[in-house]
């Protein structure tokens, strides 16, 4: 609410403008870093705020939160209603609120310009980067919440019901894990829930959740290579080409004066210097997308056409390279690289996460084997190359993605070894849990 005290819904000098099927609201929230201090500094929180275009009364109609995944990716941009879930949920008289989670997109995001660099130790940027997992983000919604459903209580008279002060919350991927905190501390704030493919493990320890999911990703690359027999040959050919010449993104690589006399490089990497490199572990997070409906698809499209530039041109193309980078990036979505595996730390008793991914490969030679290059390389030519999934390793910082996320690569090791995370989570008060929820899983989520 502003100094005027107008309510937050009736303020006049909020951006506003309308698109097809309804108007938007550009709301912006000083919420505090730290709710253990809320007097102490304060971060920027934003919210799309989605109505339709017809008759609503804001004091009155339900507010629906979405929770998107990640964690570090912000929430989608609308730019019509009349169709998909948000054009469904305001003709159900739903008001849409999409928040960019903290860190991202508008709300005070984590990049290196940002505040967390400035910071004088590492310990100081660990400390501040604690509050960006699912127990803040779950703070600034019940403190928006609040502001937003002020005033509500009182339209209650006698027997007649006023209008919810609750958030109905749908909550994708890791937006359900947030949802999961909601109903653990703040189940008074919620009226229902809806999450779809986000369903956390409750357990203590992040390389025991690996080890699970690496036996979910090692299944879907067999099913990869079972539709797509044929690329166990082409992803060979990348992998050996890229393991003999270093090969530059074209995003984000820093020029240099030309190195004439450097062999085996790519025609590409003259004048660069080390930075957004395609490495074959880059190459092989294109299984990130294997569980999506469309990813094995997606991922083939991209190998044939890196096969054909080799065979045509003996080198990658522009095209191809460009389409690789825009597939996914964590240049652009640091938070998600630096605090993926946190999300796993359910409070003291889970210790640090000490890189848990990578732990959780060494426990298993066999495994660990499939999804190293060189020694597949070295083996038989019907042997094939495996591709990781939602998994993050120490290597990512080190100048392999180049200047944004190298920055971090102190910051990322640090915070793999904190070991003081609040819990995210509270079994006692789930097993107690009245709040209508309903969920999905993907069946092949990797």
Request: aromatic share 12%; charged share 20%.
């Amino acid at each position: 609410m502003d100094s005027n005290n107008v309510h937050e819904l009736d303020r006049t000098d909020i951006e506003s403008y309308n698109i097809p099927g309804g108007k938007v609201f550009n709301r912006y929230f000083q919420c505090p870093l730290d709710y253990k201090n809320p007097a102490g500094k304060t971060i920027q929180v934003y919210v799309r705020h989605l109505i339709s275009s017809e008759s609503v009364d804001m004091h009155r109609a339900p507010f629906l939160l979405y929770l998107q995944g990640g964690p570090g990716f912000q929430s989608p941009s609308h730019t019509s209603l009349s169709g998909g879930w948000v054009g469904i949920m305001l003709a159900q008289g739903y008001q849409v609120l999409l928040l960019d989670q903290r860190g991202t997109g508008l709300s005070s995001a984590i990049n290196s310009s940002s505040e967390v660099l400035t910071l004088p130790t590492i310990e100081e940027q660990v400390e501040y980067m604690t509050h960006f997992r699912a127990d803040s983000i779950v703070n600034d919604c019940e403190f928006i919440r609040k502001i937003l459903v002020q005033g509500r209580e009182a339209q209650t008279s006698g027997n007649l019901k006023g209008p919810s002060t609750k958030f109905t919350l749908l909550g994708q991927s890791f937006g359900g894990f947030c949802i999961t905190t909601y109903l653990s501390f703040f189940p008074e704030g919620v009226e229902k829930a809806i999450i779809t493919g986000g369903v956390p493990p409750l357990l203590s320890d992040p390389a025991e959740i690996y080890e699970k999911l690496i036996q979910k990703v090692l299944r879907r690359n067999e099913m990869y290579y079972q539709t797509y027999h044929a690329d166990i040959k082409r992803v060979r050919a990348i992998v050996r080409y890229l393991s003999s010449n270093v090969v530059y993104l074209p995003g984000t690589s820093v020029s240099t004066s030309p190195h004439p006399n450097t062999i085996n490089q790519d025609e590409s990497t003259c004048g660069k210097k080390p930075g957004n490199i395609l490495s074959p572990n880059r190459f092989q997070q294109l299984g990130l997308a294997f569980g999506s409906s469309s990813g094995f698809a997606a991922v083939h499209k991209i190998i044939l056409n890196m096969e054909n530039d080799l065979k045509l041109n003996n080198k990658l193309s522009y095209k191809s390279l460009t389409e690789f980078e825009q597939f996914f990036s964590f240049e652009t979505n640091v938070l998600y690289a630096i605090l993926h595996e946190s999300i796993y730390c359910n409070g003291p008793s889970s210790g640090a996460s000490n890189w848990a991914c990578s732990r959780a490969l060494k426990k298993n030679s066999s495994i660990e084997a499939k999804f190293d290059s060189s020694l597949i390389l070295s083996s038989d030519d019907s042997q094939p190359i495996y591709f990781f999934g939602e998994m993050i390793f120490p290597w990512m910082t080190q100048n392999i993605y180049g200047t944004e996320l190298a920055k971090f690569s102190d910051l990322a090791d640090a915070l793999s070894k904190y070991d003081k995370w609040c819990p995210l989570y509270n079994v006692h008060n789930l097993n107690k849990n009245t709040v209508p929820v309903a969920a999905v899983s993907y069946y092949d989520d990797p």
